[in-house]
């Protein structure tokens, strides 16, 4: 492991968009369309106003989604990172635990405005950054989130610095040299989940990545071994130095993270670990009354109970990771939507009556395995169980459809929300960023 900082430079650096097959380029564009969605969805949400008052906002080429306005490509990136992760309804790979565009896009659409770059140079970083933070995480993980670390923010900074400095065309050493930057910019803990500070883990990735590259071209210097250095970011952030680099390594150009196990869009705007029961909740809708429940029990694998075991959420925000009210919620209107975390919502009657019946227990079968038990007062017992990863991944993908659907969910429909799903759709052949961003500003209306 002499040189695996180098060696993942080397190999996302040489990536060019021949070499990314036809279903890599249209499940990297969902992943990109489904982020920014997200991110125009999230621009009035607490968390990103709030940061709006706080954070710098310097003149510059950059939209802030937020406002329509043109500002430097870091404190674009920040804010429009943090926009993009409010809703927690960004897209989530098993084998990072966390969410790996979100980390990347916000940053990377913000640089390549200002570098005036193509969407086929977009296209190709993202896939090169989103390979890097996953394949990291296959030799990190799971003593890195078991851990308290969150994914999206630790493994997603280095993903958005390789990002970046594949954009800008560094060289491998200069990659390299971001790369370890960016890992001492590595910081986000699992314990905010279900607070404001879990978005700005997102922004802080995507403005650190940014930052790294271009510290990296003006000639800052780093080690050039910082992931696997004595005192480097694998011994430091798990448990182990003795680490197998070939899942880091092996397969890059053929084997794409992207696919196998994918990227993973979500349908539910909460934690991807409770999909499963949601979809087991939904199943039983239909044949039960809730004012017939007396009691429900939710079994979900043990490892993923420690973040969702939250038996009444104090906000919207909290309810994302809240397994017992999202299945009360799913057993009264058989979905989640992005209006069920407002406050009326959320302090329902009817669904916190519900909420306080719902019990959970721990289960050794599979990790994405949930299983929904309910009993009636007159004794009959119902139960349904679901299988998800964490969200639609290409084994079970949504239809070109309901991709359709959910980012007309997060844009409202309008000729120019069309027009937008249209081109990013077709990314890969714009010579610039610019007629894209133009149909996000203004905002769409939320």
């Given at each position: ?11 996302a ?35 990103v ?5 706080v ?9 802030a ?18 926009a ?24 990377l ?8 770059a193509s ?6 970083a ?44 560094l ?8 790369m ?25 990735a ?21 992931l696997e ?8 952030f ?31 705007p909460c ?14 809708r239909?044949?039960?009354k ?20 939250r ?18 919620r ?5 979905t ?6 407002r406050p009326?919502r959320?302090?329902d ?21 949930g ?9 009959r017992h ?20 309901q ?13 120019q929300s069309t ?8 990314l ?5 960023l ?13």
């Open positions: 492991m002499s040189a695996l900082t180098l060696d993942l430079a080397r190999l650096s040489g990536l060019r968009l021949c070499d990314l097959s036809d279903p890599v380029q249209h499940w990297a564009k969902r992943a990109i369309t489904d982020t920014l969605a997200c991110a125009l969805a999230g621009v009035n949400e607490p968390a106003r709030l940061a709006m008052g954070l710098p906002a310097s003149p510059g080429p950059s939209l989604f937020v406002t329509g306005d043109r500002l430097h490509p870091l404190d674009a990136a920040q804010i429009n990172g943090i993009a992760h409010a809703l927690d309804f960004d897209d989530c790979n098993l084998e990072m635990d966390g969410h790996p565009s979100v980390s990347i896009v916000p940053g659409f913000a640089l390549a405005e200002a570098r005036n969407g086929a140079q977009v296209l190709t993202y896939v090169a950054g989103v390979e890097t933070e996953i394949r990291l995480a296959r030799i990190a993980n799971p003593a890195h989130a078991e851990r308290g670390w969150h994914p999206t923010v630790t493994f997603g900074v280095i993903g958005a610095a390789v990002a970046a400095a594949h954009l800008m065309r060289s491998p050493e200069q990659t390299a040299t971001a370890s930057i960016a890992a001492s910019s590595a910081s986000g803990l699992r314990a905010n989940s279900g607070t404001m500070t879990k978005p700005f883990h997102a922004g802080q995507n403005r650190n990545g940014v930052q790294a590259a271009l510290l990296a071209e003006a000639g800052y210097t780093a080690r050039l071994n910082a250095h004595k005192f480097g970011f694998l011994r430091a798990g448990d182990s130095f003795d680490v197998d680099p070939g899942p880091a390594l092996d397969g890059w150009g053929k084997d794409f993270a992207l696919l196998s196990p994918g990227i993973a869009i979500k349908q539910y934690c991807a670990f409770i999909h499963c029961a949601i979809d087991a909740a939904a199943q039983l239909g044949d039960i809730t004012a017939q429940i007396e009691r429900i029990e939710v079994a979900l694998h043990h490892k993923r109970l420690k973040n969702i075991d038996p009444m959420p104090k906000d919207g925000l909290d309810a994302k990771f809240s397994t017992q009210h999202l299945t009360a799913a057993l009264i209107d058989g989640v939507g992005l209006d069920d975390f009326e959320v302090f009657p009817t669904v916190v009556a519900l909420t306080t019946k719902v019990a959970l227990v721990p289960h050794e079968e599979g990790l994405s395995m299983r929904v038990h309910v009993w009636r007062a007159d004794g119902l139960s349904a169980e679901a299988t998800v990863a964490m969200g639609r991944d290409p084994s079970n993908p949504m239809t070109q459809s991709v359709r659907a959910k980012f007309h969910d997060c844009v409202p429909p309008s000729d027009a937008l799903f249209d081109a990013l759709m077709q890969e052949t714009f010579p610039s610019a007629p894209i961003t133009a149909a996000m500003c203004p905002p769409p209306p939320n």
